[in-house]
């Protein structure tokens, strides 16, 4: 499961630094050595998941709820009299929440009693009649035989139908019954009471059906509620194992079990973008996801977290692993990978190789890279001494922001990061932070907005400084074209 897990990640990588060399060097340019073409690296440590790196797992946006939401539905034939409870109230199982109106089916309970004791009378005077006939039958002569048969059949016929009313009369009366005795509608569950809907006309935007009158969230066992885009969705499986992490200490995790996807509850978010001067509209739909978790302790009912895969990343390993797709292994020479050398140009590096972690899909590397040093993903077209350049990542940002490779008071170079690639920036779903206030002023202002995690109270640069995240629709600041980064 962690090797399949790990083998979607490179969709992740084709994204990255694929992506980049293809972005720079154009289609038809692959093969080209000209000096001029530019080839993304990234930081090893940041690949291996070192040095506060979070390597190549996808990360999601995800919220602490009730293992179980009561939705008690309004019955569209009946009228609410009384409710008994108030939003953020703590009910109990059993507890009364609400009272049907009952008049209506009092007052048709009454006329149904009426209606049964009618026919009830009306079977017994037609037997009555039945009887009398036959006896004037048999005193009759020939020729009045068949008249006297035919009215004989005919209240038989009348008795059967009133009959057959009688029964329907019964059985509307026990359901009269059952409405009137159950207008008092009670909690199944113990819980907080978190919406009342008393306007019936009321309709969810989403299923089109209408709100439910009151909304219980079960107290007890907590779940995760995650949100994945359409881009994603697909590389979840259900059963898998995930890790839940803390916003406010990375360090704490929580551990559990990716339990269903609702794709039947799809949302629609639609983003204003800018990129290079121009602006435009982008949508992407996004599906909750839920993860139940082995234990959750800590936990607070609405606490927002994040959410990735578990593929072993958190087990301790001595030594430096790099992903197996990283490593050119090609029969009767080094395995090697395409580095960065002093000179800032593409080499390849040969490695000394030492176990091979089949699960994981890695290589323990015994010699020749450092977590310190920047490769890129071996695709076509890459030729030693082509000049490189850095892809942005969580760790330069948090050391560096002054680079002239990383300028980020420069508008302009950040709006051209932007250009042609924003679909794929907004489309990751990917949630990162800015360590510094500073990087908000190369920031377009249309991108930071009013999504500032409910901080309404700060100004952006206070939110930033911080290490709020910054939402832009589906996806967060923290990937550009696919690539891992923390801008």
Not at 76 to 99: I, P, S
């Amino acid at each position: 499961m962690k090797k399949f897990l790990v083998t979607v990640l490179i969709l992740a990588v084709l994204g990255g630094s694929g992506y980049a060399v293809w972005r720079y060097m154009g289609p038809g340019k692959s093969e080209s050595s000209d000096a001029n073409n530019v080839v993304f690296v990234d930081a090893v440590s940041m690949i291996a998941g070192l040095e506060g790196g979070t390597g190549l797992n996808n990360r999601y946006n995800g919220v602490i709820e009730p293992q179980e939401t009561w939705k008690v539905e309004q019955s569209q034939d009946q009228k609410v009299e009384e409710v008994y409870v108030q939003v953020g109230q703590t009910v109990k199982a059993g507890q009364k929440l609400f009272k049907y109106d009952t008049t209506e089916a009092q007052n048709s309970l009454a006329q149904a009693e009426i209606d049964l004791e009618r026919t009830a009378n009306d079977i017994e005077n037609t037997k009555a009649q039945i009887e009398e006939l036959k006896i004037a039958q048999s005193k009759a002569g020939a020729e009045e035989q068949l008249n006297y048969t035919i009215e004989i059949q005919t209240a038989e016929n009348t008795v059967k139908r009133t009959e057959y009313e009688q029964k329907s009369k019964k059985v509307e009366m026990e359901q009269l019954k059952k409405t009137i005795n159950s207008s008092v509608v009670t909690s199944e569950i113990d819980g907080v009471v978190k919406t009342i809907n008393t306007d019936s006309s009321k309709i969810d935007a989403y299923t089109g059906e209408p709100d439910p009158l009151i909304t219980i969230l079960a107290t007890g066992d907590y779940r995760v509620k995650g949100t994945v885009n359409e881009q994603n969705v697909q590389s979840l499986m259900l059963g898998s194992r995930v890790i839940v992490h803390s916003r406010v200490n990375e360090d704490q995790i929580w551990r559990g079990t990716l339990d269903s996807i609702d794709m039947e509850a799809a949302s629609s978010n639609q983003t204003d973008t800018y990129a290079s001067n121009q602006s435009g509209n982008t949508n992407s739909s996004t599906y909750p996801f839920y993860v139940v978790l082995d234990d959750d302790e800590g936990l607070m009912l609405g606490q927002h977290v994040y959410i990735e895969m578990d593929t072993g990343q958190m087990e301790a390993k001595s030594g430096l692993w790099l992903p197996s797709y990283y490593i050119v292994q090609e029969e009767g020479s080094a395995p090697y990978v395409w580095a960065a050398n002093e000179k800032e140009k593409l080499e390849k590096r040969e490695l000394t190789l030492g176990e091979y972690d089949e699960e994981m899909d890695q290589y323990e590397i015994l010699d020749g890279l450092t977590a310190g040093d920047y490769i890129t993903y071996p695709s076509q077209g890459l030729e030693e001494g082509m000049p490189i350049t850095h892809n942005f990542d969580e760790a330069t940002f948090g050391m560096d922001n002054s680079d002239d490779d990383l300028n980020l008071d420069d508008p302009d170079m950040v709006n051209e990061i932007y250009d042609d690639n924003f679909d794929d920036f907004l489309a990751t779903g990917y949630d990162a932070t800015m360590p510094d206030a500073s990087m908000a002023d190369a920031v377009p202002d249309d991108i930071i907005e009013g999504d500032l995690a409910d901080e309404g109270e700060l100004s952006d640069d206070q939110f930033l400084n911080e290490g709020g995240s910054v939402d832009i629709g589906a996806g967060n600041v923290g990937i550009i074209g696919g690539f891992d980064g923390g801008l």
